[in-house]
Nanobody, 124 residues
Framework: QVQLVESGGGLVQAGGSLRLSCAAS????????MGWFRQAPGKVREFVAG????????YYADSVKGRFTISRDNAKNTVYLQMNSLKPEDTAVYYC?????????????????WGQGTQVTVSS
């Protein structure tokens, strides 16, 4: 049974930083592209960042480029999202997701597994 468990969310002031973690189990972690998504109240879920399993290639939404960094530790089956220079508009529930690397041609939102989410609140 695959599980993705996020942690690290919380309340932070604008300009501050947080690091989210997502621990994965039940899958061949190194063969999966891991992604972070977020959903703010009343809005649709949106892509934030992704990192491939095989070569660790990263990609980001324009709204977070230069502020957020995604990384992974394959030995720990964990993916991270370092969030710096946080803004109130970054407030959302952040979700971790996993898809096989072979899904590269599919929509970013086509993931096999999702975590339960962790709340990030940025105060102004």
């Amino acid at each position: 049974q695959v599980q993705l468990v996020e942690s690290g969310g919380g309340l932070v002031q604008a300009g501050g930083s947080l690091r989210l973690s997502c621990a994965a189990s039940g899958l061949t972690f190194g063969a999966y592209t891991m992604g972070w998504f977020r959903q703010a109240p009343g809005k649709v879920r949106e892509f934030v960042a992704g990192i491939t399993g095989g070569d660790g290639r990263t990609y980001y939404a324009d709204s977070v480029k230069g502020r957020f960094t995604i990384s992974r530790d394959n030995a720990k089956n964990t993916v991270y999202l370092q969030m710096n220079s946080l803004k109130p508009e970054d407030t959302a529930v952040y979700y971790c997701a996993a898809r096989p690397d072979t899904y590269y041609a599919r929509s970013l939102y086509d993931n096999d597994y999702w975590g339960q989410g962790t709340q990030v609140t940025v105060s102004s």
